[in-house]
């Protein structure tokens, strides 16, 4: 039981559920203009953080599916290395709903225990099951929505047409 609780609470957690905020509902009703602008003191825009997620959650899917995409060989390779568009905008946004909704769904996969080829020197000589890399992807998108909630809040955008903690 303890096993299909695990894996039902990871699903929730990365559709918004419990104490986080809808990762959708963050970033569907900013308009381009928001999505783009940068904060004072902070060093991306929404728009830069969502293009990151997406970049990680599209190598671990492929790495899921048996592909061997190249490791970026610094930081700035998940980045956005030009300013965004109104169209990548919304291709962004859209590829965030479709990813979140592949992962989520693989999160009641039978193929948990499956273990992931090992792609960077970083994770040392062991490999990941596909429950571990669902799990890794789920924490790298809380922290980085919780700096798309905080960004909200600091244009006075929060909180987001979909719904969000106000207090």
Same mark, same amino acid.
């Given at each position: ?7 039902? %609470? ?8 419990? =104490?986080? #905020? *809808?990762?959708?509902?963050? $970033?569907?009703? /900013?308009? &381009? ?48 290395? %030009? ?8 291709? =962004?946004? #859209? *590829?965030?709903?479709?990813? $979140?909704?592949? /992962?989520? &769904? ?62």
């Amino acid at each position: 039981m303890a096993f299909e609780e695990s894996e039902l %609470t990871l699903r929730e957690l990365f559709r918004g559920k419990r =104490a986080h #905020a *809808d990762p959708v509902a963050c $970033i569907e009703d /900013l308009t &381009f203009e928001l999505a783009r602008r940068q904060v004072d003191g902070f060093s991306h825009s929404i728009w830069q953080l969502v293009f990151h997620m997406n970049y990680w959650m599209d190598y671990e899917l492929k790495r899921i599916r048996g592909a061997r995409p190249t490791y970026p060989s610094h930081a700035d390779g998940s980045w956005p290395s %030009t300013p965004a568009n109104e169209i990548e905008w919304q291709q =962004a946004s #859209a *590829d965030f709903r479709r990813l $979140i909704d592949e /992962l989520s &769904f693989l999160a009641e996969s039978p193929d948990l225990d499956r273990e992931i080829e090992n792609m960077h020197v970083s994770e040392g000589s062991r490999n990941y099951s596909v429950r571990d890399v669902l799990w890794q992807t789920m924490v790298h998108n809380s922290y980085h929505i919780g700096q798309i909630a905080m960004l909200r809040r600091m244009l006075n955008a929060w909180p987001p047409q979909g719904g969000g903690d106000t207090w």
